[in-house]
């Protein structure tokens, strides 16, 4: 008879410590999970910061908190972060308790290992008593966005033709001052002419200043990326090592370009994300139109839209009608007799070409970013 009573009172407790434990377990728990920044380049390190707070007066024995995140977020994490990695997604788990009003902040840092956008969108949380009696799950949602540009490349790691490219881009900057456009002051020098002296700064130095003026040339670039391994080629990126390195090649441009004070835009010919329109970015300066650029090459997806050979015809008719004169630089990983054509076309009308070559027997190591 006392046994019997033992296991009754027992089973009581069991049901009573479920009832009270388990079946609050999730309410009041809040969780934030916030990024340090939400745009870097392919090989950078971002934070992940998560908290999660118990706003009510009984603890929770245990709750499980499971996100789904790409597979190329590496994460350097210790034992507490469980990780199932596949080939697209990885599952992260982690177990723990939370005392009475109680909240815990932990940090993760992981490396974007590959260009992309993704979106983060739920955290699942369940909870339960001590003994599993009464259990509950959630879906939160963290409504969040990484974008990860391309690499950008050391000058080492480009291909020659690009420093021949860099080389003319220089030339070409600097062709006539314009009197109107005034960088600051200068020492006078033998051949400055008497109008160009700066009365308030000589007062001021103690020598004669003038006035240090700009350059009128205004040359602007138009990168194009071809994202066809070879002419015959349609619909899916079959190399996409290559595919990467080519847009590597073209941020590492335009980085380039834009922190030489220079006009550049951006165009290619593969679909890009939610939208099957050809993307053309005009030449622009600055930061913001770099960043600008950046997401564009974030959202390229390696699936052909139109030949190479239909875009250069296009822009070489829009160039034709509307009359002005840029400098392209083309990466690509072939030029076809129909695409050399239309590049013959951009030249007669005036426009400077130029072409960097995307080699497919060179491997590209996303990896080591």
């Known amino acids: 008879m006392e046994l019997l009573w033992f296991l009754v009172v027992g089973l009581l407790l069991i049901l009573a410590q479920g009832i009270v434990l388990g079946v609050p377990a999730l309410k009041r728990i809040s969780y934030q999970r916030e990024f340090a920044k939400k745009q870097c380049y392919a090989g950078d390190e971002l934070e992940m910061v998560e908290k999660i707070s118990n706003e009510k007066r009984l603890p929770v024995p245990w709750l499980r908190l499971e996100a789904m995140m790409p597979a190329s977020f590496i994460f350097h994490t210790g034992a507490e972060l469980g990780i199932s990695r596949g080939d697209i997604y990885q599952n992260h788990q982690s177990l723990f308790s939370l005392k009475p009003y109680t909240r815990i902040t932990r940090k993760h840092f992981f490396t974007c290992q590959h260009r992309g956008v993704y979106p983060l969108e739920t955290v699942t949380m369940t909870g339960g008593d001590l003994l599993g009696v009464y259990s509950s799950a959630r879906k939160q949602p963290v409504s969040e966005q990484i974008t990860v540009f391309p690499a950008l490349l050391a000058d080492h790691e480009m291909p020659t033709s690009y420093e021949v490219w860099q080389g003319e881009l220089e030339v070409s900057r600097w062709i006539v001052e314009d009197p109107f456009l005034i960088l600051g002051v200068r020492e006078y020098g033998a051949s400055d002419p008497m109008n160009r002296i700066h009365w308030t700064a000589s007062a001021r130095t103690g020598q004669l200043q003038v006035y240090k003026q700009g350059y009128s040339s205004d040359p602007q670039t138009l990168i194009i990326l071809n994202i066809q391994e070879s002419s015959d080629m349609w619909s899916v990126v079959t190399k996409p090592g290559m595919a990467e390195r080519g847009l590597s090649y073209a941020a590492t441009a335009v980085n380039d370009a834009v922190s030489r004070g220079l006009k ?90 130029s072409i960097v070559y995307v080699d497919s027997a060179q491997e590209y190591m996303e990896a080591g970013r």
Do not use: W
């Open 264 to 353: 550049t835009g951006f165009m290619h010919n593969a679909y890009t994300l939610g939208s099957n329109s050809l993307v053309r970015i005009d030449a622009d300066y600055g930061v913001l139109h770099a960043e600008y650029i950046m997401q564009a090459m974030a959202e390229v997806q390696l699936k052909c839209l139109m030949p190479m050979e239909q875009v250069l015809m296009d822009e070489a008719d829009r160039q034709l009608h509307s009359g002005e004169h840029q400098d392209y630089l083309l990466i690509t990983p072939f030029v076809s007799p129909g695409m050399e054509e239309q590049l013959s076309r951009l030249r007669i009308g005036g426009n400077k070409v």
